[in-house]
């Protein structure tokens, strides 16, 4: 089966839990890994657990096994929660967080230029958009699939 012939709300359905935590995993290490490098590094309780979720992986198309027995990512996907972030340097980030960080700033520097004649309704949307950002890009961290 080819990753074409894979229905997408397929891969949205079984890509959850551990099995999201073992495909970010991966995709985090950006080298092929072992079972049991997945299990310790997870802290799933047998090796049976981190198989069982790889082999997920392997039935989906995003995963394959090397001849050493290692498994790498062959296909990146965004579904469900993923969707919200962007992989920078490795890692894992809110798409969200440059909007907060582009609105703090955008605030800080208003602050700066006009603070002798601040205009109480541009500094309420400046603060407004900020604070609205940043608690969104909080609760999407906080439902990130792995720690």
Do not use: C
């Amino acid at each position: 089966m080819s990753k074409d012939d894979l229905p997408a709300d397929r891969v949205e359905d079984q890509l959850k839990g551990k099995t999201l935590q073992v495909y970010m995993y991966m995709i985090r290490r950006k080298e092929p890994v072992g079972v049991r490098e997945v299990q310790r590094d997870l802290s799933f309780s047998s090796p049976s657990v981190a198989q069982y979720h790889i082999d997920k992986l392997v039935e989906l198309v995003l995963v394959e096994q090397d001849e050493h027995g290692r498994y790498y990512v062959i296909q990146k996907v965004q579904v469900g929660v993923l969707q919200a972030f962007v992989n920078v340097g490795g890692r894992a980030v809110p798409r969200l967080l440059f909007f907060a960080a582009f609105f703090t700033t955008m605030l800080a520097a208003y602050l700066v230029v006009n603070f002798e004649r601040l205009d109480v309704f541009a500094l309420g949307f400046a603060v407004a958009g900020a604070v609205a950002f940043w608690a969104e890009t909080i609760r999407v961290w906080l439902k990130r699939p792995i720690s």
